[in-house]
């Protein structure tokens, strides 16, 4: 199982981007896909998730309604539209991979089989 996330940058604040994931290795629609990141000296925290048909979201109360995650089975790929960037928002973020049976606990970390490299997003003030 391969997760390659791309899209990242440095970004001023009010800006956008929009880091999307590929996934090989596995039968991308049996499983639900998400977003963590981890700012600097801080420990990884959940973004956001989509689930294996798309028709379930979740997100952090801290990107609500600035960010949107969206994937695309036919294509085995994961995006994440961030708008509005803040300072705040520079992290890593990382592309994760859950079994779909698993979707209830999609903001655990713990529950994440599959971690791709990351993609740095760097807001400037």
Do not use: H
């Amino acid at each position: 199982v391969q997760l390659q996330a791309s899209g990242g940058g440095l970004v001023q604040a009010g800006g956008s981007l929009s880091p999307s994931c590929a996934a090989s290795g596995y039968t991308f629609a049996d499983y639900a896909m998400g977003w963590f990141r981890r700012a600097p000296g801080k420990e990884r925290e959940f973004v956001a998730a989509v689930s294996w048909r798309g028709g379930s979201k979740e997100y952090a109360d801290s990107v609500k309604g600035r960010f949107t995650v969206s994937s695309d089975n036919a294509k085995n790929m994961v995006y994440l539209q961030i708008n509005s960037l803040k300072p705040e928002d520079t992290a890593v973020y990382y592309c994760v991979a859950v079994w779909s049976t698993k979707w209830s606990r999609c903001t655990d970390l713990e529950v994440y089989d599959y971690w791709g490299q990351g993609t740095q997003v760097t807001v400037s003030s």
